[in-house]
């Protein structure tokens, strides 16, 4: 099996034109970003050795994977549709695993075509619409909620929570409560945990040294993975193979070094801020989005102190640091972004993910050959076109002197998801060095969340509110 490659050729100078990237000559021994990588792999092993990298441990852990298999295998048969309640970190792996795994369409499927597993469903976002629309629809009697935060404080997921007891009680009784829900949350805080011991509900772990965004291969993505039967082991070892990759002390030889250095390079030295995530798949589609939060979570920071190793090079005028990801989607987004990567500010990096084969590639048949716009399709496939677009545009950027990255897997399975998933929390590890930030911590999320409660419960202990609107600014 091929493992997932990194192309980096597209960012270097000598594929790009003068001063427009990196001599590659900076990536050996003694060069500038070889020696910014070593700083960064030392600060790695140095959160590695204080314990607080637990991501890096989970593909090991058969005990928590089997625990997590043992229990989807045993809540499986019952459902008939499982609803995975949990926000940010705790809703976004999942997801990404669904839909790269599961492919399109899932939930539309019979019985029979999705082997009898049950159907998947996400409730992410506080919306009253979405959230009445979904527990409308689904039978209660033959739905399981796992409900996901690893904090077990959060406000949207555990509202969803409220809603979700209040009607399963309601439609099936006391009994009905407990027997609908499993909890994967802290193994010992939090208001979920204690609600799991108080009225026996199953609850998996999150290790506490996880974080939500880096909780993807901990029971927060592998539950319900396992329940609609995608191969856990497969994914572990795909993540342990990459982990292996991306520990290796030499950076022409470790993918998550090079992403990391080269990315965090093309911001602070060639203002390359935005970082766009684009891969050609669908299926994909989710792994941008989960892209998206661990590298805008993990990296957007304020600015470090001086004298801590990134304070020169990723510190901004108004003292914040970080580079901006954006998910993008080939080819759709050749007719939305791709104008504005082509000739806009030259501010961003394209990452591309290729799909290099497809179970089933869709021949376009060949017919009307009098229309030559028809014509010259046929004979194809749908693969082929995508992949080629893909090619062609890489091409395009690269002509213009505008950086990308692509990275490459053989096909889309659970083995690819796991490197995927390890090689760039890995990155996150190592470009927070590199910026000189925690990757680990989201403080800038904590006001936004006071003054919600704020506002929800004035006299509780939260009592920070922002001002009612001023009308003399309303139109
Ligand atoms: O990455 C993070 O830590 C966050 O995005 C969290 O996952 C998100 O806020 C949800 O938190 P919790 O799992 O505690 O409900």
């Not at 093309?266 to 989005?289: C, E, I, T, W």
């Not at 229309?371 to 062609?392: F, V």
């Not at 419960?457 to 001023?470: K, L, S, V």
Request: charged share 25%; net charge negative.
């Amino acid at each position: 099996m091929t493992p997932v490659t990194l192309q980096y050729g597209n960012v270097l100078e000598p594929q790009l034109g003068p001063d427009r990237g990196p001599d590659p000559s900076a990536l050996e021994a003694g060069g500038d970003l070889c020696r910014r990588f070593e700083a960064a792999m030392a600060e790695l092993h140095r959160l590695r050795e204080a314990g607080e990298l637990g991501f890096l441990d989970l593909p090991d852990d058969q005990a928590l994977a089997r625990q997590t298999g043992e229990l989807a295998d045993s809540f499986g048969q019952w459902f008939e549709a499982v609803v995975v309640v949990g926000i940010g970190g705790s809703g976004m792996g999942a997801r990404a695993i669904a839909e790269a795994l599961l492919g399109p369409f899932w939930n539309e499927r019979s019985d029979e075509e999705r082997d009898h597993f049950p159907r998947l469903y996400f409730l992410e976002n506080a919306d009253p619409d979405t959230t009445r629309e979904l527990l409308d629809r689904l039978d209660l009697r033959r739905t399981l909620f796992n409900v996901v935060s690893k904090s077990g404080g959060t406000a949207e997921t555990l509202a969803q929570y409220l809603i979700i007891e209040e009607r399963l009680r309601s439609e099936l009784g006391e009994e009905g409560v407990r027997g609908h829900l499993l909890f994967t949350t802290d193994p010992n805080a939090g208001a979920l945990r204690e609600l799991a011991g108080e009225r026996e509900v199953p609850a998996l772990p999150v290790p506490p040294n996880v974080g939500g965004r880096f909780s993807v291969l901990s029971p927060v993505g592998l539950l319900p993975a396992a329940v609609v039967g995608v191969d856990l082991d497969r994914l572990l070892e795909g993540a342990r193979s990459m982990r292996e990759r991306c520990l290796v002390p030499s950076l022409r030889e470790n993918p998550a070094g090079l992403l990391a250095t080269l990315l965090h390079a093309a911001d602070v030295d060639r203002g390359q801020r935005v970082h766009v995530f684009m891969p050609y798949s669908d299926r994909l589609q989710g792994l941008a989005l989960w892209f998206q939060q661990l590298w805008g979570e993990s990296l957007g920071k304020r600015a470090p102190a001086d004298g801590s190793p990134g304070a020169e090079a990723g510190t901004r005028d108004d003292g914040g640091v970080g580079p901006t990801p954006v998910a993008a989607l080939g080819a759709v987004d050749q007719h939305s972004l791709l104008q504005l990567l082509m000739d806009g500010p030259r501010d961003k990096v394209v990452t591309f993910v290729r799909v290099r084969s497809r179970d089933e590639p869709l021949p376009i048949p060949r017919s009307h050959p009098h229309r030559p716009m028809l014509s010259r399709l046929g004979g194809h496939s749908l693969a082929e076109l995508l992949d080629t677009e893909l090619r062609a545009t890489a091409e395009a950027l690269r002509r213009g002197g505008r950086p990308s990255l692509t990275l490459e897997m053989d096909r889309l399975d659970a083995h690819g998801m796991g490197e995927l998933f390890m090689l760039w929390q890995v990155a996150a590890i190592l470009a927070g060095a590199l910026y000189g930030v925690n990757p680990l911590d989201q403080p800038g999320v904590e006001l936004g969340k006071r003054l919600t409660l704020g506002l929800l419960d004035p006299g509780g202990e939260e009592r920070d509110a922002p001002p009612p609107d001023d009308p003399q600014w309303s139109v």
